[in-house]
C-alpha cells in the first residue's frame, strides 16, 4: 500500500535522521502519528534537559527579536550565564537583521524540506547569511561529524534554495553562507561551516533521492533497524517489545516542536 501523505509532507533533518536510524520509527512518528512528547518517559534528567533548552531558546527569542534584554531575577544562575555568555558571542546591533525562529520552506524539483532556525543573521555590509543553532546539551562538538551531519546538509540547502533570493543581491552567491554551532556550556568552542556551489548541487542531488526513496516505499517496507542500541534507546520500543525504552534521548527538533512560544508567561522562565 502505496502512502499518499508522504507526498504532502515537508520532511525536515530530524525526520531524515529518524528514517535513517529506523525507517519503522519514522513510520510510526510521521505516517501513523503516533508521537510522545519529548519527556514523556518520566525521566527527570531528561525533563531537565528539555526545560533547560526551552527556556534559553526562548531566551535567545526574545533577545535578538528586539535586542531586548530579560530581566534575569526570574531565571536561575545558570540560565543567566548562559545568556551573558549568548550576548557576549553573537551581541545585538540595529543595524544587521536578526530573525530568531526563522522557518524556511523548499517545495522544488520533487524536493520538500522545512527547517527552523534558531537565528538567521544577515550581515548587510558584507551580505552574509549567517545560520546559528543553539545546542544546551553535555556533548562537545565533533567538527567532522557536524560538516557531514544531515542538520548541516539540510539547513545550509533549504538556506540557499530558498532564502537567498530574498537576502542576497547575487542569489547564486553560496559562497556567502555558513552554518555556526555554538553551545552556551562551552561558550568558547564554536563550529563554523561554511557553503560553495559544490556542496549545494551535492546536496540536492543527495536529497532529491533520499525523498524519492522514501516516497517509493509501501507501508509494509519500513522496516524495524537491526540495530538493538537503537531500539534501547526508542520511545516506540513498548509497542515493539513490550518493554520500556531506557532512556529517550531528546532532539533539539522535538524541543522546538513542543514549545507554543506566544504563549509562554515570562514570570515561568
Known sequence: MKM??????????LSLTVYDNCPLKFR????????????WSGNISQKQLVEKGRKFHLLAQRYYDRGESID????????????????????YNNTDKFSPEHELRVNKDNIKLVAKYDLLYI?????????YDWKTNNKKFDNKKLKENLQTRVYLYILAEAGSFYYLEDESSFDKMSIIYW?????????????????????????KNKIKEIRNLNY???KKTSNEKICKFCEYRPI?????AKEVEVEKDDINLEIDWDNIDPMSL
Open 4 to 13: 499518499n501523505n508522504l507526498d504532502k509532507l515537508y520532511f525536515s533533518q
Open 28 to 39: 510510526r512518528r510521521y505516517l501513523d502519528g503516533l508521537y510522545w512528547p519529548a519527556d
Open 72 to 91: 534575569t531575577n526570574y531565571i536561575s544562575e545558570e540560565l543567566r550565564g548562559w545568556f551573558a555568555e549568548l550576548k557576549n558571542f553573537r551581541p
Open 123 to 131: 550581515d548587510k555590509e558584507n551580505e552574509n547569511l549567517i545560520i
Open 183 to 207: 553551545n552556551p556550556r562551552y561558550p568558547k568552542q564554536s563550529v563554523k561551516i561554511n557553503y560553495n556551489q559544490e556542496k549545494f548541487a551535492a546536496d540536492k542531488r543527495f536529497l
Open 220 to 222: 509494509v517496507d519500513f
Open 240 to 244: 515493539c517489545f513490550g518493554k520500556k
